[in-house]
C-alpha cells in the first residue's frame, strides 16, 4: 500500500510543476515582447522566483489534498479488499481515526456491511453443520434398519414394528426438507404478505383439529380460550396457519404428557394477541434471546423427539414482523413457555 502512496504522491509532485510551468508561460505570454527583451535578466530572475515560490506552494496544497483524500480512499479501499476476500479480522483491527471525518459514513458503511457478512457465515456455517447433523441421524438409522432386516438379525416377525420406525425416520428428513424450502423462499425476498379480513378465532379451532388429528398418539389437552365469539383481523391467513402449527408442535415437542396447551386470545385497544401456552420444560434466560435466531437449536439433550435445524422460530418471527407486528416469548425452567405474536383487529 504504501508503494501505491508513494507512486501517487509523485504523480501529483510532477503534475504540479507542470502545472506551475504552464502558469508561468500564460504570465509571460502577457509581458511586452519588447520589455521582455530589454529586462530579461532581472524578468528571468522575477519568473524563477515565481516558479519556485508556485511550485512550493502547490506541492504543499497537492500534499494536503493528499493526505486528505487519497490515503484514507486508499485505506478504505484496502478495508474495503480484505472484508470482499473474507478477512473479517479487519473489522477488528482497522482504525477509523485514520480517515476524515468527510469519509467516516462511508468507513461505517464498510464496515456495517463487513459485521453483515461476517454474520451471514457464521449463520451459513451454522446451517451446514446442523443440517449435517440433522440428515446423518435419521439416515443412519434407516440404514441401519433395513441392512438388519436385509441380513437376518431382525426377524421377519418384526419386520413390520422397524418399518414403522423407518417410515418414522423419514417423516423426518421430510420435515427437513421442508424447513429447507421455507427458508429458501423466506431467504429470497418473497416474503409479501397479502393481507385479507380473517377470523382468527376460526383458524386457530382449525389448525387445532388439524393437530390433533395429526398427533392422535400423545397424550396431550391442546385446548383455546378466545376473548371474543368472533376476532377479524388483517393477516395472510396461509402465513399465520404455518405460525400457529409451528408454534404448536414447538409446544408438544417439549411438554410432557397429560400436560396442557392453551392457544388463546385478548383484545387491546386495536390488536389482538395470540397466545401459545404451554407448561413444558421453559427456556433459560440465556435462551430467551437467541430462540428466534437462524440455525440456533438449545441443548440437543433436552426436548422430545427434538427435530429441525433451526429454523421454524426463526421463521415464525419473520412472518410476523412482515405483517409490521411484534412476537414476544416469556418463560421460565421447568415451569413452561408463552409465546405471544399481535394482529392489527379490523
Known amino acids: 500500500m504504501r508503494n501505491s502512496l508513494h507512486a501517487k504522491f509523485m504523480l501529483s509532485y510532477v503534475t504540479t510543476g507542470v502545472f506551475s510551468v504552464i502558469v508561468i508561460l500564460l504570465v509571460t505570454h502577457f509581458f511586452d515582447i519588447n520589455y521582455i527583451v530589454e529586462h530579461s535578466g532581472s524578468l ?48 477488528d483491527e482497522y482504525d477509523a481515526k485514520v480517515v476524515s471525518s468527510s469519509f467516516r459514513s462511508l468507513s461505517d458503511a464498510i464496515n456495517s456491511m463487513g459485521m453483515e457478512l461476517k454474520e451471514k457465515e457464521e449463520d451459513e456455517r451454522a446451517f451446514l453443520k446442523n443440517l449435517s447433523h440433522d440428515f446423518r441421524t435419521p439416515l443412519t438409522s434407516i440404514k441401519g434398519y433395513i441392512e438388519a432386516m436385509a441380513d437376518g438379525t431382525i426377524p421377519v ?61 400423545i397424550s396431550l389437552n391442546i385446548q383455546s380460550v378466545f376473548c371474543e365469539e368472533k376476532s377479524i383481523v388483517y393477516a395472510d391467513e396461509p ?55 437462524k440455525f440456533y437449536k438449545s441443548d440437543k439433550s433436552r426436548g422430545l423427539e427434538k427435530q429441525g435445524i433451526g429454523l421454524g422460530l426463526a421463521i415464525v418471527k419473520d412472518i410476523i414482523i412482515a405483517h409490521g407486528e411484534t412476537i414476544e416469548v416469556e418463560s421460565a425452567l421447568n415451569e413452561g413457555s408463552v409465546f405471544t405474536f399481535s394482529l392489527k383487529l379490523v
Open 44 to 91: 528571468t530572475l522575477y519568473i524563477l522566483c515565481v516558479f519556485i515560490f508556485l511550485y512550493i506552494v502547490s506541492f504543499f496544497i497537492l500534499f494536503f489534498i493528499f493526505q486528505v483524500l487519497l490515503k484514507p480512499i486508499d485505506k478504505l479501499s484496502d478495508h474495503s479488499k480484505s472484508v470482499a476476500s473474507g478477512d473479517f479480522s479487519a473489522l
Open 239 to 293: 402465513k399465520i396457519i404455518k405460525v400457529l402449527n409451528s408454534l404448536i408442535e414447538n409446544a408438544i415437542r417439549f411438554s410432557p404428557n397429560n400436560t396442557e396447551i392453551t392457544i388463546s386470545t385478548k383484545k387491546e385497544k386495536d390488536k389482538l394477541y395470540v397466545s401459545v401456552a404451554d407448561k413444558g420444560m421453559g427456556i433459560s434466560e440465556d435462551e430467551k434471546d437467541k430462540i428466534f435466531d
Open 157 to 217: 416377525s418384526e419386520h413390520e414394528k422397524y418399518l414403522r420406525i423407518v417410515l418414522k425416520e423419514t417423516d423426518v428428513l421430510n420435515n427437513l426438507a421442508t424447513s429447507l424450502t421455507d427458508f429458501n423462499k423466506w431467504s429470497r425476498f418473497e416474503n409479501e404478505i397479502d393481507l385479507k379480513e380473517i377470523d382468527i378465532n376460526s383458524i386457530i379451532t382449525g389448525v387445532i383439529y388439524n393437530t390433533k388429528d395429526l398427533h392422535s398418539n
